[in-house]
């Protein structure tokens, strides 16, 4: 069967089939190194031999082999019961699967299996491409909260949904993990309830994960209509979320929140008085001058720097003669 191999990869493919466990491991392991493509159909037999440890090397094996042929035998190893058979096969998948294997990625996703669906909906994420949206859809109402977390954020990575009604259904989702990955699904929608929700997530949500990702997906909307919830954001007793709400007041600027924003440059975090220094420098309003010389002295090397950047774009807009 090996006659065209030179007689290095035919002692160890021979010692491949040998019933001792331990040969079968030291001879996975000199296929790995010798990473010889004729090693590729008894290395996929290999991923069913009776040893955990052998599989698990094989599959090592195959990933460095990197031959896109190993891509189905691969995908039955994530139905291993082993969990670092599984996890390996993921990474192997994650560097071989392209466009190309998108059907077979979606026969093997409608299998009734947790941990093959888990990772398929990993894998397509890598694959942009609108097809696999009726399939992923159904797992929005899985009954595993990881299987509706991991299909919204597949969702998100597809980026070409801009309204889906199961998903804005999500924000309300009894896990956190669900409602934190629809928060920033939501960013990428248009439907008309997004903004409405992301602001009552920001305010009123439990979770303060599910708040800051709010937070950062208004500041993709840049709506008008999130002001009024980026006052209670701002005093939000989690510095991430404190952080964001003043990003969106970055892209959305607007004269009510200079208070607010001066108040900020004293904030307990870092970050919250270098993006306060920003959105300040955005505004342009001469009355946040004093703050923003007192924040030249800011323990904190970026938020002085961009104190001084903000006060040079005060005083530049005041040298330029009218300014909004």
């Known amino acids: 069967m090996f006659a065209d191999t030179d007689s290095e990869l035919k002692q160890w493919l021979d010692m491949l089939g040998s019933p001792e466990i331990s040969d079968r491991l030291v001879a996975v392991k000199a296929l790995q190194h010798l990473g010889d493509e004729a090693a590729l159909q008894p290395l996929m037999t290999a991923l069913q031999d009776e040893s955990l440890a052998v599989q698990k090397l094989a599959v090592t094996a195959l990933w460095e082999l990197a031959n896109e042929n190993a891509v189905p035998a691969l995908l039955r190893c994530l139905e291993s019961p082993d969990a670092e058979i599984r996890q390996e096969a993921l990474s192997a998948l994650g560097e071989l699967v392209t466009p190309d294997h998108l059907l077979l990625l979606l026969d093997v996703l409608q299998k009734d299996n947790f941990h093959v669906q888990i990772s398929v909906l990993t894998l397509l994420r890598k694959i942009h491409d609108a097809q696999f949206l009726p399939y992923v859809l159904p797992l929005l109402e899985a009954k595993q909260a990881a299987l509706r977390e991991a ?173 909004a």
Not at 192 to 202: F, P, R, T, W
Not at 280 to 289: Q, R, T, V
Not at 312 to 318: A, D, H, L, Y
């Open 151 to 323: 299909a919204v954020t597949t969702l998100r990575y597809l980026n070409q949904v801009e309204r889906c009604q199961p998903i804005l259904a999500l924000m309300t989702d009894s896990d956190a993990t669900v409602r934190r990955a629809a928060a920033l699904t939501l960013g990428h929608l248009a439907d008309e309830q997004v903004v409405s929700l992301l602001c009552q997530a920001l305010t009123s949500d439990a979770d303060w994960q599910v708040r800051r990702n709010a937070a950062q997906s208004l500041a993709l909307h840049a709506s008008s209509d999130a002001l009024p919830a980026l006052a209670t954001a701002l005093e939000d007793e989690h510095w991430q979320v404190r952080k964001f709400a003043i990003q969106v007041i970055q892209k959305t600027p607007d004269e009510r929140f200079l208070p607010r924003l001066v108040k900020a440059l004293t904030d307990e975090s870092s970050d919250v008085r270098r993006d306060a220094a920003i959105a300040l420098g955005i505004l342009k309003n001469p009355a946040a001058l004093n703050a923003l010389q007192q924040a030249l002295d800011d323990p904190d090397r970026d938020v002085c720097i961009y104190a001084q950047r903000a006060i040079q774009s005060i005083q530049e807009s005041q040298g330029g003669g009218t300014h």
